[in-house]
DNA sequence: GATGAATGAGCTTTCATTCAT
DNA sequence: GATGAATGAAAGCTCATTCAT
């Protein structure tokens, strides 16, 4: 067995176990029986229980990010570019459901507690939306006014809180696919420069 | 001292304590401390660690409902209803930072992990920009196909996680009221009727 | 109110919740709560709960002393003495189940871990049974060798054992006052001379 | 260090500290330390506090049936059957005082609070004069209106009050084996056919 | 590298006792 | 005398981490 097939394992595991029970509540001996490994054996490929969780963040968010940008590549109309960038960020909640549940949560609570850790890759994947929305001002589709800076944030935000909805009650009335074009035909909408 | 005057400074010093270090790893000896009581006397008013961030949830977007329900009473245009909705939602992190931070995590963990409880009052702050997106429908302001259940929670998640940014960083390049607008203004354009 | 009612009050409740829950298990809040007085009422009558137990212990003990010898004081067959003291004795489970519950528990804990308490009352209590088995001896009924120092216990001991199984079980295949007979039966047959 | 070792070590160390300061009093970190083993280690081996009286209950009543029924084996006179047992049982306080203290106290504790137990090793171990009583009377020995059931609690209790005043005051007038013997033979006498 | 038994610091909660009213 | 809110020490139990095998 090749080294990085523990870890992936172990990785993995932490994302069943924490999507489970959270983070804190979540104990080592768990991620351990989940990946049928011994719970001394996480501490080869982990520093410690925070450092399972950053990494899973990392290595996951870098996935994603490398997954959008290349289904991006191929379109240059930043309208379709920002429903391809919705639709494939709540399609997450289709295909790995437990990955955005703890994304989600840790999102709220890492970074601020584990001082020390800056979380380069989150802003690197939301920067992907903030340079839609500066190519849209430069070709002209979207209003000079609009600050990206802020779009970024907010469409992540407008996207993930509905995700939260799913995540928490398990059905709902609203379709994930039709929700993401709904949110980003009102940012769309929002941000084109009206010809009246 | 009055009873409730007891409970106040437990909830106050709740609020300071699991701003700074979260809930979980947030101690009761902690919050009697900075409350000024004994550890035992907090059990007197709550029953239990989680009852301490459930009871201060509700207690203060209860606060937070009444308050902006106040303000939108005077105001009959949806548009300006949003942005009131909006700025006074930013306006909060101005004021009662500790306290948003608190929520802000909270909303993502403990209705996740304590099953029993139904986050009703969140939905009821929720369902005040559903309406006023229901009243621009019927007053003709607003495009008949939005749909009030998705903007609310788009709407919400968007100015979230701008508090989000600030809660974290501390300071921000963008102004906090200038971002409340400016968010409000893309979902205003982006739910309006247009005439062309 | 007289000051000893409110004594006898909360020695009646802390009867009914020491036989319930136990000493260790109980609460000073339940025993206040169940004598319908506040818990630092218990306070002016008793130094600490140790002490509710010992008074408790005392003071039943001695009116059942008092009560079988009154009984024994009409009688001067050490045979039906014996017979008189077991009837009455194991007649208490009936009349005081739940006074005679806590006697037994506390039998074996309190005198261990309280060891400044003589438990006086108790050795008067089987010193009874000492003072007819050697009346027995002198009257002729009963062996010379017999030892009332030993008999006493024994004797206590067996009637205390089957106290024990109907205070458990709540009902049994066996009438309390039959056995308390039969055992007094062996015990008699034991001790008496034999005229073969 | 084989597993079963720990396993002694606790349950031996327990005896002990339950022998002094009764199972309420007795913390988990006394246990530990006169084990020698961490807190935590405890409850590898036993699943609480409560557990570690009930087995400890169950193995060495085990053991004492064991020890007991071999000796009887080889008799078969219920006369000297019972003073077997009866000098076997008082002899325990000889050789393992501090167990028979803690069995002492938790046959009237454990049982009445802890209600999912049922002890049955202590039933069997009574079954054993039960059984000695009815051969008695199959042999013509003992009178047949004796009632086994009745006989085993009074024996037993008979018994072990006597072993209660031992443990108690560490020194007594009476020796332990003649106070076997005695008591037997008032039982003996107390159920013998009578030829008169 | 892998294991899992052992560790022991840490934390929530309880409750006997006090004391200001 | 009576109250009951407040106290704070105490303890059972958990679990991240270590390390001998």
């Given at each position: 067995?090749?080294?990085?097939?523990?870890?992936?394992?172990?990785?993995?595991?932490?994302?069943?176990?924490?999507?489970?029970?959270?983070?804190?509540n979540?104990?080592?001996?768990?991620?351990?029986?989940?990946?049928?490994?011994?719970?001394?054996?996480?501490?080869l490929?982990?520093?410690?229980?925070?450092?399972?969780?950053?990494?899973?963040?990392?290595?996951?968010?870098?996935?994603?990010?490398?997954?959008?940008?290349?289904?991006?590549?191929?379109?240059?109309?930043?309208?379709?570019?920002?429903?391809?960038?919705?639709?494939?960020?709540?399609?997450?909640l289709?295909?790995?459901?437990?990955?955005?549940?703890?994304?989600?949560?840790?999102?709220?609570?890492?970074?601020?507690?584990?001082?020390?850790?800056?979380?380069?890759?989150?802003?690197?994947?939301?920067?992907?939306?903030?340079d839609?929305?500066?190519?849209?001002?430069?070709?002209?589709?979207?209003?000079?006014?609009?600050?990206?800076?802020?779009?970024?944030?907010?469409?992540?935000?407008?996207?993930?809180?509905?995700?939260?909805?799913?995540?928490?009650?398990?059905?709902?009335?609203?379709?994930?696919?039709?929700?993401?074009?709904?949110?980003?035909?009102?940012?769309?909408?929002?941000?084109?420069?009206?010809?009246?």
């Amino acid at each position: 067995m090749r080294v990085s097939d523990k870890h992936q394992k172990i990785t993995q595991a932490a994302v069943k176990v924490f999507a489970r029970k959270g983070f804190f509540n979540a104990r080592i001996s768990d991620i351990a029986k989940e990946a049928k490994v011994a719970d001394g054996t996480i501490y080869l490929y982990f520093n410690n229980k925070y450092d399972i969780l950053i990494s899973l963040f990392e290595d996951e968010i870098g996935k994603i990010i490398l997954r959008v940008k290349l289904l991006l590549e191929k379109e240059t109309d930043p309208l379709k570019m920002l429903e391809i960038y919705a639709v494939h960020h709540m399609g997450l909640l289709r295909d790995q459901r437990e990955l955005v549940e703890v994304l989600q949560m840790e999102l709220r609570q890492s970074n601020k507690f584990i001082k020390e850790y800056r979380n380069t890759k989150f802003i690197e994947y939301l920067d992907i939306v903030a340079d839609i929305v500066r190519k849209g001002q430069e070709s002209g589709h979207f209003r000079q006014e609009i600050m990206p800076g802020i779009v970024k944030r907010a469409f992540f935000g407008a996207l993930d809180e509905m995700s939260r909805l799913w995540a928490l009650s398990a059905k709902s009335k609203y379709n994930v696919e039709e929700t993401a074009k709904h949110i980003t035909d009102i940012f769309l909408h929002g941000m084109v420069v009206r010809n009246s």
